[in-house]
């Protein structure tokens, strides 16, 4: 790992363990080779969205597959910048099998000055055999201007 | 409220009572006639970006969808257990520390499949945050 790679690697570790809703989650980065991004979440009670079967919610891969991609891009980046969903896009092939940790896997294909392209997949046992895949744009630098705690304020 | 309309309520929250990802995410709907609203408190454990901060996009693409599956059963019943296909989801404002709130319009509902759009917003219903177009894959339906 080059010493860029490894700063890129600590910033989307650092995206997952900064953000409440990805540590709640247990999503958490595995590895990355150029641009992509391959994470990791574990079952958990919370994750459920069929009670009958275990069968963790499709948000819950919405979730996963939206950290996964945001992670690509910013291993895809030569400094950091805040980026935010733009669009996503995603098919769901099947149920995720109950009981079992999901993983995504992001590639960050293109990076212009101002949007980033990711195509991403989820699976449980062998990315062969997919339960869900992604096509998702990026806004770079969208909180450019925007201090820090904006959102805090009234009207936008 | 008449009595059919309680009756449709509580089975509502009931359903959603019973989805753990549901209760994680605290969402909760409300039912006028047939026109349902989803609202999900604001929580710390929704946030995505903490330096805004901002609500994680796989937040409102999870509620959107719920959302979509709630107004589902309001209209079709649980029979028709609906499966989704896929979603495409735009992003239109950061989500605020504020409650959001996302109705569905179901476009069409087919032998197999329907067609549902849902949009999300916060203060104001004409600036939506973010927007969900989806298919579901419905079991036969007795007809």
């Not at chain 1, 969205?49 to 030569?78: E, F, K, R, W, Y």
């Not at chain 1, 997949?121 to 869900?132: G, I, N, S």
Request: glycine share 8%; hydrophobic share 45%.
């Amino acid at each position: 790992m080059s010493d860029k790679d490894a700063v890129m690697h600590n910033i989307a570790q650092g995206m997952s363990q900064g953000s409440p809703y990805a540590r709640e989650m247990g999503f958490e980065l595995v590895s990355m080779e150029g641009g992509a991004a391959l994470m990791r979440a574990p079952y958990k009670e919370i994750m459920v969205g069929d009670p009958d079967t275990g069968v963790i919610a499709g948000g819950v891969v919405t979730g996963l597959l939206d950290h996964c991609c945001g992670s690509a891009v910013h291993l895809s980046m030569t400094e950091f910048k805040i980026i935010a969903t733009l669009d996503l896009r995603i098919d769901y092939m099947r149920a995720a099998k109950p009981r079992m940790p999901i993983f995504a896997r992001a590639e960050c294909y293109k990076v212009t000055r101002s949007v980033a392209f990711v195509r991403a997949v989820a699976y449980d046992e062998t990315p062969d055999d997919p339960v869900a895949s992604a096509a998702a744009a990026f806004m770079l630098d969208s909180s450019k201007g925007r201090p820090f705690m904006a959102n805090m304020k009234a009207g936008q | 409220m008449s009595g059919a309309q309680t009756e449709a309520q509580a089975a509502l929250s009931a359903m959603l009572e019973r989805i753990p990802y549901a209760r994680f995410l605290g969402v909760r709907a409300e039912l006028a006639g047939d026109e349902m609203t989803m609202v999900m408190p604001f929580g710390q454990h929704i946030i995505g970006n903490p330096t805004l901060p901002a609500i994680h996009g796989g937040v409102l693409g999870s509620f959107m969808e719920m959302t979509a599956l709630a107004q589902l059963q309001v209209k079709e019943g649980a029979a028709r257990q609906p499966r989704v296909i896929d979603v495409s989801i735009e992003y239109l404002r950061s989500g605020r520390p504020l409650t959001t709130y996302a109705r569905a319009e179901i476009k069409k509902v087919g032998r197999r499949i329907a067609n549902v759009h849902v949009e999300a917003w916060q203060e104001q219903r004409a600036s939506p945050i973010a927007a969900l177009r989806a298919h579901f894959l419905l079991a036969q339906g007795e007809s």
